[in-house]
């Protein structure tokens, strides 16, 4: 036999006869559950901030000084004559005016295209199972 005596526990030993503390459980869960709601309104209501604001500077916010200069300036480049480079001799011309020109070359036949022209290939009547060599 060993040198250490095996103890044995009493069944009495280590239970808590007492009834558990309900008024305590229920006031954890009441206290779990409003404390989750007010996490849920509150995070609900930073996000519509938030939302509203990146909706306002995207959207709503009046554009800047610099955009409308810009648009302005764009405007003016299509619908007036300017030089693109005076060098060169290449002027650019209002919008309207080129897709008059554009009309007019289309209604001429004088459209130009950058890649060459070609028939279409001709496919086999059998179709591309038949292009495969037979293993």
């Given at each position: 036999m060993s040198e250490q005596e095996i103890r044995h526990a009493s069944p009495a030993e280590g239970f808590d006869p007492a009834e558990p503390k309900v008024g305590a459980i229920v006031g954890f869960g009441?206290?779990?559950?409003?404390?989750?709601?007010?996490?849920?309104?509150?995070?609900?209501?930073?996000?519509?901030?938030?939302?509203?604001?990146?909706?306002?500077?995207?959207?709503?916010?009046?554009p800047s000084e610099q955009l409308l200069e810009l648009h302005r300036?764009?405007?003016?480049?299509l619908t007036h004559y300017s030089w693109a480079d005076k060098a060169k001799g290449t002027v650019r011309i209002p919008v309207n005016r080129a897709m008059e020109l554009f009309a007019q070359e289309a209604?001429?036949?004088?459209?130009?295209?950058?890649?060459?022209?070609?028939?279409?290939?001709k496919d086999d009547a059998a179709g591309p199972a038949a292009a495969a060599p037979a293993k």
């Open positions: 009441i206290g779990s559950i409003v404390l989750l709601v007010i996490t849920i309104l509150a995070l609900q209501s930073y996000f519509n901030k938030i939302w509203q604001e990146a909706v306002y500077e995207k959207v709503l916010a009046p300036r764009e405007d003016w480049l209604a001429a036949g004088k459209l130009f295209y950058p890649a060459k022209s070609y028939p279409p290939k």
